[in-house]
């Protein structure tokens, strides 16, 4: 059976969830969900990370211990994560004895391996990025992501020599094309590679929030050489050795743009230095814009927060607009407009209207008893195309285009009842025909959705009055033209999705 190991980033816990994080957390939900229906073992991992200067300022600042704040902060992140339906198979927290095990044994590999020394570090710090940065790199005078002031630290530290992987770096990029997409973002980390590498402090003195280091108990590791390690703690590194070799190295990380640097540089030259493969894959998405502004806690836009749209519009219309709206790879806007803009054509006019139209139709004209589909039918060919589409689309962790596949076959089925315009002819064979195509189209339009909108998906299903759950089929058997059987009761119900207005 194939694997599919899919990560999210670990969160930091300096301040409650918002709609980014969910942006990242959908799409590798819905990935998981796509691979599940593919029948391949699926072994899905989202977090937080809890260690760093930045959450011990924050605990400070609310007068609570590190771990207290982040107790408190992570209840946030796993009720929102429960709140947008998310499928994972384990939670890590960085502050987790089994983390602190991996990590040490992760970094003590490499230390016995020749490849971490001590040395004296100064630069210019930003907290919020926990990273260094040039004088070159500030953008007037301030960190380029978080656009607050750096500070000037100076302490020994111990370095990972990051300057010995320059070339095995070069040539794992050149032998695996794949490993980081999409391609823009590969040529960026490949560049930063070409431009020079430096050794890179990788614990500190001046904090006692983190992992200590097993060689030497005045240091702590820096908060991004705990973090990283979490993507092997999670599957049993330095434990249970079988089972982190049987999902190690094929693992797909979903990333930040911010955080690129830190997962396609840093992250596959500490696996060559620790003896073990690189990640397979690191897929880099881009950001959600606020006013042209990325969505940040430290800007203070965390009043778009996940609980307050689905409040709002509920949770599969929120995962909807997060998988369609913005293309996975790509930076785009974030508004309240928008998202009743798509709502409205998607999921109202089209989706929406196409099953409550079907199950009126089928009420009035065939006594509430859904037919079978023709298996010549019209709509045969764009089932098929659309099911081609969608599964290129989730492979090549195109979300959006999966769903734009899936709804050209919703168009194909609404612009076929309007040529037929059942509702006004007797009921027969003309009606049967027609309303059992459209009845076959939402079931396999049901399988297209579920990773998107599982809840959705599973109540057209029982609507059209199939048994079980659509996410429990297989792709793409299930989802051939055909499967409907007839013979099964319809319920119209209340509207799906009722129009919004702005």
């Known amino acids: ?21 969910a942006y990242a957390t959908v799409n590798a939900d819905a990935l998981a969900r796509w691979h599940r229906m593919l029948g391949d073992d699926v072994f899905f991992l989202t977090g937080t990370d809890e260690h760093g200067a ?6 400070a600042e609310h007068q609570m211990t590190p771990n207290a704040w982040a107790d408190q902060v992570v209840s946030r992140f796993t009720r929102a994560w429960d709140g947008l339906d998310i499928s994972n ?9 089994r983390h602190h095990l991996a990590v040490q044994e992760f970094l003590q590999r490499i230390y016995d391996n020749g490849f971490i020394e001590l040395d004296t570090y100064s630069g210019l710090y930003c907290v919020s990025c926990e990273d260094y940065y040039t004088e070159d790199q500030l953008v007037d005078g301030n960190c380029p992501v978080h656009g607050r002031p750096v500070v000037q630290m100076q302490e020994d530290n111990y370095f990972f020599k990051l300057s010995a992987f320059e070339d095995r770096l070069i040539e794992w990029y050149e032998s695996n094309p794949d490993a980081v997409g999409p391609a823009g973002k590969r040529n960026e980390a490949l560049s930063f590679i070409k431009g020079g590498l430096r050794n890179i402090s990788i614990t500190r003195t001046s904090l006692t929030w983190g992992v200590p280091v097993p060689w030497d108990k005045d240091h702590v590791f820096y908060v991004w050489y705990d973090a990283l390690v979490n993507y092997l703690t999670a599957i049993g590194y330095g434990t249970d050795e079988e089972r982190c070799n049987a999902w190690w190295p094929a693992v797909h990380h979903l990333i930040g743009k911010e955080i690129l640097r830190f997962h396609c540089v840093w992250w596959p030259a500490m696996c060559m230095a620790a003896g073990i493969d690189p990640p397979a894959n690191v897929f880099v998405h881009g950001w959600l814009l606020v006013g042209g502004q990325k969505l940040s806690k430290s800007l203070k836009l965390t009043e778009i927060a996940p609980e307050v749209l ?16 913005v293309p996975l790879g790509s930076d785009g806007e974030f508004s309240y407009e928008g998202i009743v803009a798509r709502y409205n054509a998607d999921l109202a006019n089209n989706l929406g209207n196409l099953v409550s139209r079907v199950a009126t139709v089928v009420g009035s ?49 609404n612009a076929a ?37 599982p809840s959705t998906a599973a109540e057209i299903w029982r609507r059209i009055g199939l048994s079980g759950n659509p996410a429990d089929r297989r792709i793409p058997a299930d989802a051939s033209w055909g499967g409907y059987p007839g013979g099964l009761a319809v319920e119209k119900g209340s509207p799906l999705f009722p129009r919004r207005s702005t």
């Not at 059976?1 to 994080?21: E, K, S, W």
């Not at 930045?54 to 605990?59: G, I, Q, R």
């Not at 040529?419 to 399988?447: F, M, N, Q, T, Y």
């Open 365 to 413: 004209k065939c006594a509430g008893i859904g037919p079978a589909p023709n298996h010549q039918s019209a709509l045969a060919d764009p089932a098929s195309a659309a099911l081609a589409a969608a599964a290129d689309a989730w492979g090549r962790f195109a979300p959006h285009e999966a769903l734009s596949a899936t709804w050209s076959l919703i168009g194909s089925t």
């Open 1 to 21: 059976m194939p694997r599919f190991y899919v990560t999210t980033p670990i969160y930091y816990v300096n301040d409650a969830p918002h709609v980014g994080h």
């Open 54 to 59: 930045k959450v011990a300022e924050a605990a």
């Open 89 to 97: 198979d384990d939670f890590i927290r960085t502050t987790e004895p």
């Open 310 to 325: 689905t409040e709002d519009f509920g949770v599969d219309p929120i995962r909807y607009h997060l998988l369609r709206e």
């Open 417 to 453: 009842l309007e040529a037929a315009e059942p509702w006004k002819l007797e009921p027969g064979p003309d009606v049967d025909a027609v309303l059992g195509d459209a009845l076959e189209a939402l079931r396999i339009v049901s399988l297209l959705i579920t990773p998107a909108m």
